[in-house]
């Protein structure tokens, strides 16, 4: 029961940390000046990932990432039983650090919410493909459903960033349901919020596939993520 505990604390954590420097980012970008610019944003996404996997990579696989976890699962290597704990966790790190950035910045209107600038279609189909690619550099990486390493942290940090450099933009680079959901809900910009809870889970279904074309049954190879099994 201390593992799954510390697991969970863990995800809340990593989540918090995402999105409260990420979002963050975005939010004083705007208010002084675009004192970070697009690539400044984009970069303290990645290494704020680095930094997570770097952290807790050891603890809970650092999934910080409903579609994340929700990939692992296609591919195997969590079990079912994993998914709901696992996406609170997340959830309840992401609200709370939306709610601080509340606090700290209530003169920003959308705590950097995503939003589709390009469009609703253009925004899904890219928040999909942003997805895949970036389960699919997950899932070459890990060990298991473990993120974690020198490895894992250089290339899933790096994704991230040169992803929300690329799709930024458009988009918002989300990949993560997690990371749209808390600002939207304190904000109250959630009328293209869908976008941005299906489409990385569809992008992450799409990473399982394709990952087990090149790897085969390895793809599908780990451990489950509360008990240690096979």
């Known amino acids: 029961m201390k593992k799954r505990n510390n697991i969970l604390v863990a995800e809340a954590i990593g989540t918090f940390a995402l999105v409260f420097a ?26 704020v990932v680095m930094a997570m996997i770097y952290s807790i990579g050891n603890i809970s696989g650092a999934h910080i990432n409903p579609a994340v976890t929700l990939g692992f699962f296609f591919a195997g290597r969590i079990g079912a039983r994993d998914i709901a704990p696992y996406i ?4 309840g790190g992401a609200l709370l650090a939306a709610l601080l950035l509340k606090l700290l910045f209530p003169e920003h209107p959308s705590l950097g919410s995503t939003l589709p600038e390009a469009g609703v279609s253009r925004a899904f189909m890219l928040e999909i493909i ?15 459903h ?4 020198i490895m894992a ?13 690329m799709g930024g933009p458009v988009s918002g680079a989300s990949m993560n349901p997690a990371r749209s959901l808390g600002p939207a809900l304190v904000s109250g910009n959630v009328s293209t919020l869908w ?22 049954r390895e793809c599908c190879h780990g451990k489950n993520a509360t008990t240690g099994k096979e």
């Not at 609170?88 to 959830?91: H, P």
């Not at 290339?155 to 040169?162: D, E, P, R």
Request: glycine fraction near 16%; include cysteine; proline fraction near 2%.
């Open 130 to 144: 942003l997805s895949f690619l970036l389960m699919f550099v997950i899932l070459n990486v890990s060990a298991g």
């Open 195 to 216: 976008i941005y809870l299906f489409a990385p889970v569809i992008g992450t279904w799409l990473a399982h596939p394709t990952c087990r074309a090149i790897q085969g």
């Open 88 to 91: 609170a966790s997340q959830l």
């Open 22 to 47: 990420g979002c963050g980012a975005i939010v004083v970008n705007d208010l002084y000046g675009f004192a970070l610019g697009h690539a400044g944003v984009g970069m303290v996404f990645g290494l």
């Open 146 to 149: 473990m993120e974690k390493g």
């Open 153 to 165: 942290g250089v290339a899933v940090g790096g994704t991230v960033a040169f992803e929300a450099l």
